[in-house]
């Protein structure tokens, strides 16, 4: 046992990772014919994310744009670093609270479409200190397996401490 072998991951996140990175385990010293159609697993992170140092996660909390197909509760994610242009899905700071709304500008006032009929859009002069844009909603994943959220009813991991407070889990 004078020298171990050890066999580590070769992939570590990069794009830059193809196939040929692959060490071909064939006795005979020839390559597997399949080894030059072999693909790396998807990484969400390459494929969603483009900044990663401005992109957030936020959860939808609202029906406001459910016309657009964001629902109550799906995950948004968002980059602060995509400039907020017309017709854009945004994530806005208005009277301290975030909304998501499609961008409309005009020539003296910047409107925030919402995609629900019940709701009405709210219009904001161009240079009014009660909104700001926060970020760009560049994906929004949608769940639909319900089963996959830990809930207080349905959750084996939420226990009560000694004093009955309750211990949540994740």
């Known amino acids: 046992m004078e020298h171990e072998i050890r066999y580590d991951t070769d992939y570590t996140g990069s794009k830059n990772y193809t196939q040929h990175h692959v060490k071909s385990a064939n006795a005979n010293g020839f390559s597997a014919a399949a080894d030059d ?22 959860r939808m909390n609202s029906e406001a744009m459910i016309d657009e197909g964001i629902f109550n509760g799906d995950i948004l994610i968002v980059d602060r670093s995509v400039k907020a242009a017309n017709d854009k899905i945004i994530v806005a ?10 961008l409309q500008k005009t020539y003296n006032n910047v409107i925030l479409v919402s995609a629900n009929k ?8 161009e240079f009014d200190d009660r909104g700001n844009v926060w970020g760009v909603v560049t994906c929004v994943i949608h769940v639909l397996e319900k089963n996959l959220f830990v809930t207080k009813k349905n959750s084996q991991f939420n226990q009560k401490d000694k004093y009955g407070k309750e211990q949540r889990f994740y």
Request: proline letters at 2%; charged letters at 30%; hydrophobic letters at 50%.
């Open 37 to 58: 159609y072999m693909e790396r697993g998807i990484d969400l992170n390459e494929q969603l994310i483009l900044n990663k140092p401005a992109t957030f996660f936020l």
């Open 93 to 102: 700071i208005v009277d301290g609270e975030l909304l998501v709304r499609r």
């Open 118 to 125: 019940k709701m009405a859009n709210l219009t904001l002069r």
